[in-house]
């Protein structure tokens, strides 16, 4: 007989903390990102240069640049779930609309723009620990 010792549980533990990790920091980098896509100005008091087709909505109330946001939020609930989703908040969903009907930039372009620094952002995180 060996004395090996069974840490299938903990690895298993562990493996599911650095994937939510990884899911939180993806979450946070690809909110900021788009938030500053979302960050040109259609300038008052006429708001007479609005985006075109192929760019991303310009900001007249920042409305929709300050609805992107994630959920969960908690890295505990995203290690329970391991999933997280990033979108516009209620009142902020015509950013779609704008998006798919409208061909208009949106979250979705983000998220392909900025794929590089998204991952590079994950370097480092989550880093398994073995006991």
Same mark, same amino acid.
């Given at each position: ?10 690895? %298993? ?28 100005? !259609?300038? *008052? ?9 192929? %760019? ?15 959920? *969960? ?7 329970? %779930? ?10 902020? %969903? ?14 979705? !372009?983000?998220?392909?723009? !900025? ?17």
């Amino acid at each position: 007989m060996t004395d090996l010792e069974w840490m299938g549980d903990r690895l %298993e533990k562990d493996l599911f903390a650095a994937a939510g990790a990884i899911l939180l920091q993806a979450a946070i980098t690809l909110q900021g990102l788009h938030k500053k896509d979302l960050s040109k100005s !259609n300038p *008052p008091p006429l708001h007479i240069n609005p985006s075109k087709r192929g %760019e991303y909505p310009r900001g007249r109330t920042w409305n929709l640049r300050d609805s992107v946001a994630f959920e *969960p939020m908690m890295l505990s609930s995203i290690v329970r %779930e391991q999933s997280v989703r990033v979108g516009y908040r209620k009142g902020a %969903e015509y950013g779609v609309i704008l998006g798919e009907l409208m061909g208009r930039k949106w979250l979705e !372009n983000s998220l392909i723009e !900025n794929e590089a620094r998204i991952l590079q952002s994950l370097q480092g995180v989550g880093e398994a620990r073995m006991v």
